[in-house]
């Protein structure tokens, strides 16, 4: 069993033209599938191996605490290992035909509460420049909830605050309008008006936000103001670039927005990927049922 094994590896590296790291993915996982196929089912050729010896091997791992995302990979490996051995026909049936593949758990987003939200916007200290920039690009964020890579390419064309919207490229080149709240608004225009003419440095850049070179921010810059911020704001949850990007698409949705327009407004392709909001929203409905439902 573990000549055929070797034979398979060979096969991708010469014939499929795998990487490296691929190929040793597919060794580990098989190694681990053909002992215990040995030890455990006490199997000596893979024709003897049937569906539900399979099946018994993704509950070993499965009560081993195995993700639904490592079975998944495991089953692929599984799979194509089976369908090389049918065609080199050591085996005369493929027992994967009829296995599926496990969906993957969704990881819901972390969320900051409209309370959290508030009070990290309250932290910039707006008496200096680089603290009215911080306000400006936190309310940005959480007024539009366009991805970090999108407001780090925020040019001063795209900002239309006259008529309360930005212009976002988002991806696949694709363009959207996102209205602009007033107190975003406000508090970009004290940002353009003032602060970002003397942090640009007589540099000539059409980027909306400036580091402290004069150029334009980027996707490291912001999260080290992100953390520093959400310390100061006294935030223990473990955010990500994305957390206020969460926020605005669950806030919105916790108080009757449509998904339609929430799908529109985030930039998404599929409506099923705004739909885990959804899903946050729920949660947080559960929550409060059992704190306030005296029968809870």
């Keep these: 069993m573990h000549d055929q094994l070797k034979d398979f590896l060979h096969f991708l590296l010469v014939e ?10 597919y060794e580990r996982d098989l190694k681990s ?32 605490g195995k993700s639904s995302k490592t079975l998944a990979r495991h089953i692929a490996s599984i799979r194509s290992f089976h369908q090389f051995l049918l065609r080199d026909k050591v085996t005369t049936q493929d027992p994967t035909v009829h296995i599926e593949t496990p969906k993957p758990q969704q990881k819901l987003p972390q969320v900051l509460s409209v309370e ?16 009215i920039r911080d306000k400006a690009m936190l309310e940005l964020l959480y007024a539009t909830g366009i991805r970090v890579s999108e407001l780090i390419s925020l040019n001063l064309s795209d900002v239309h605050l006259t008529m309360g919207f930005i212009r976002c490229i988002g991806k696949g ?27 640009k440095k007589n540099k000539s850049t059409e980027a909306l936000f400036l580091n402290h070179h004069g150029n334009r921010l980027t996707r490291q810059g912001y999260w080290k103001i992100l953390k520093k ?38 930039g998404h392709a599929d409506i099923s990927t705004t739909q885990i909001y959804t899903h946050v929203s729920k949660n947080r409905l559960k929550d409060v049922y059992s704190m306030f439902h005296p029968r809870a």
């Design 116 to 131: 959290e939200v508030q009070a990290l916007l309250e932290v910039p200290d707006t008496q200096k420049d680089f603290g």
């Design 229 to 266: 911020l959400s310390r100061e704001a006294g935030i223990n949850k473990d955010l990500t670039p994305h957390t206020l990007r969460h926020s605005f698409a669950t806030h919105l949705l916790e108080n009757g927005a449509d998904l339609r327009a929430v799908q529109e407004m985030l």
């Design 173 to 199: 080149n694709k363009e959207r309008i996102i209205p602009l709240g007033k107190i975003a608004q406000d508090a970009i225009h004290i940002y353009i008006e003032g602060s970002r003419n003397r942090l």
């Design 33 to 64: 599938y053909i002992l215990y196929m040995e030890k455990v089912e006490e199997v000596s050729s893979f024709n003897e191996v049937s569906r539900a010896t399979i099946i018994q091997f993704l509950k070993f791992l499965q009560d081993k």
């Design 16 to 25: 499929k033209g795998l990487a490296e790291n691929t190929i040793i993915s």
